[in-house]
């Protein structure tokens, strides 16, 4: 799109095409206005770096909210909302262009990626705050930044490799939401100088999203319902770039005073592009603290909640070894045994909430980022899985079906099988491993020290578990669409008792291997019904 598609143009968010997303197939990038226009004609966002899709669909579901006025409680009356949110999204419901067209227009100013005095998302006040600049690497999370190891390219801080706007843009927004804690670029405000910072709201954490059939319908159903919203209504709810101040770094932080500031304003950290000549990349980045003091706690309703052992609610972190169906149950379950809680914004998507042909094609879509508390990122995934319909209540009586009941079943027969396959393999290794009591010259062998012996657990376990879970999930889905777990714990053990004997065939020749193998096979055996010499 040409510079001068607007005065001076500063890269205007809601008109460059900076958002990829699917259409008919391929993928094409598109700006917010665009975005929501098309919506009803795009299967959904095509974003390749999940912690930015994450942090992107929370923006996208604000400006929905305020152009259909689902971010308002009509007369504090829920049921009014869900009625307004049925008629939104039954069949041939589109965002209307009049509205799209008049909020982009009233907050177009705070669009601009490259704004001298309010940049999208950023503090323009870091460019006199800040005597130094983190660099473009900073920004971007695949990239190392200052003595951190090379992992997806060869980047140094010596030689900043500058980035396309468009691109930069989604790297802001995943800096804003999972950017790291501890040491940051200083910044001074009224003679106080700090140069550390807390961490994004949603880092390390698993982030769970309904999904429709298309990407209208995605962030219809993605904007949460009025009993997840703050209770504290005391101030305007809105989001920063509605905003013309923006806030105290040195002040209080406020709670979040509605859906709009629940989504869009938890973030810790300040961010300030520098935009290259015609504003078509940028060059540099100040990324550094945004408050002193940690917003106050907000459940995010698109996160899974655990209980700990003291009976708080902690959200679940994003785990790259662990598949996305491994966590189903906890997403779907209205009540689980061990006082966790599924994503809040599926309370609100039963069946009699929503369109019949919505519902039936209801998916869920998660985007985790495995890193740590602080500065250690090691990976970021997303997945999707098949409609969850059968899953969920379709009758709005609040309970759990059976189906979904017996997904948790499924999962811990599958769990339970991984843990007898491993403990059973352990075993076999350290039995086959164990020196003789007697040296062949009939003098007393040493031995291992048993502490150091029951540590290792040698090399089986390991490609016993690489081969199974890939195989678990496949079986998993199995039983799902068939819509019976009945025979979940056999189907494993039957899994597990072929891996097993897979990884031991090696030492089964020899005499001490078949002892060892035969000796611990007893454990997966018991996974098995009592038909299981038919099952072998």
Not at 471 to 497: I, K, N, V, Y
Request: charged residues 25%; contains cysteine.
């Amino acid at each position: 799109m040409p510079s001068d598609v607007v005065g001076n143009d500063r890269f205007p968010l809601d008109l460059r095409p900076w958002v990829p997303v699917f259409a008919n197939g391929d993928t094409q990038r598109v700006g917010l206005r665009e975005l929501f226009l098309r919506a009803h004609q795009f299967s959904g966002l095509a974003v390749a770096l999940p912690p930015a899709a994450s942090g992107l669909m929370r923006v996208l579901y604000a400006m929905a909210a305020r152009i259909t006025g689902l971010h308002e409680l009509p007369d504090g009356d829920t049921e009014a909302w869900l009625d307004r949110r049925y008629e939104l999204l039954e069949d041939g419901a589109v965002f209307e262009p009049d509205k799209v067209h008049s909020y982009f227009d009233e907050h177009a100013e705070g669009l601009r990626l490259h704004d001298h005095d309010r940049p999208f998302l950023q503090d323009p006040r870091l460019a006199a705050e800040c005597t130094g600049s983190s660099g473009v690497n900073k920004l971007v999370m695949a990239r190392p930044a200052g003595s951190n190891q090379v992992f997806f390219g060869h980047f140094t801080d010596a030689e900043q490799v500058a980035l396309p706007s468009e691109e930069a843009a989604l790297h802001l927004v995943a800096q804003l939401y999972y950017g790291p804690s501890g040491q940051c670029t200083p910044r001074t405000v009224d003679g106080q100088r700090y140069g550390n910072t807390m961490a994004g709201p949603m880092r390390r954490v698993l982030s769970c999203h309904p999904t429709g059939r298309s990407l209208y319908e995605t962030l219809l159903l993605g904007v949460p319902a009025p009993d997840t919203w703050p209770q504290d209504t005391g101030g305007g709810d809105g989001c920063p770039w509605e905003r013309e101040k923006p806030i105290n770094p040195l002040g209080a932080p406020k709670r979040a005073t509605g859906p709009l500031s629940m989504l869009t304003e938890q973030y810790q950290h300040a961010v300030l592009l520098r935009p290259g000549p015609g504003g078509e990349s940028v060059v540099d980045a100040t990324i550094t603290w945004a408050l002193r003091v940690n917003r106050p706690k907000q459940q995010d309703p698109y996160l899974i909640w655990d209980e700990t052992a003291d009976g708080t609610l902690r959200p679940r972190n994003a785990d790259a070894d662990r598949a996305l169906w491994r966590d189903l149950d906890a997403m779907i379950l209205l009540r689980r045994s061990d006082g966790g809680r599924r994503p809040p914004v599926f309370d609100g998507l039963t069946g009699a909430q929503l369109p019949g042909p919505v519902f039936l094609k209801l998916r869920l879509t998660a985007y985790g980022f495995h890193q740590d508390g602080q500065t250690r990122d090691r990976t970021y995934f997303g997945a999707m899985t098949p409609p969850l319909f059968a899953l969920l209540d379709s009758a709005g009586t609040k309970n759990d079906t059976a189906l979904a009941l017996g997904v948790k079943e499924g999962r811990e027969a599958a769990e339970k099988a991984a843990w007898h396959l491993s403990t059973a393999l352990r075993a076999a290794w350290r039995e086959y491993t164990k020196p003789p009591a007697e040296n062949s010259d009939g003098s007393r062998a040493v031995r291992p020290a048993r502490q150091q012996q029951e540590k290792s657990p040698g090399p089986w376990p390991e490609a016993a578990l690489a081969a199974y879970w890939p195989t678990a999930e496949e079986r998993f889905w199995e039983l799902l669409d068939a819509e019976d777990f009945t025979t979940a714990l056999p189907a494993f053990g039957r899994l597990a008792l072929r891996i097993y004997d897979g990884i031991t065939a090696s030492v089964a020749a020899e005499p001490r291997g078949a002892k060892a193998r035969e000796n611990a096979r007893g454990l997966v055996l018991t996974l098995l019904d009592h038909r299981r010499g038919q099952d072998r």
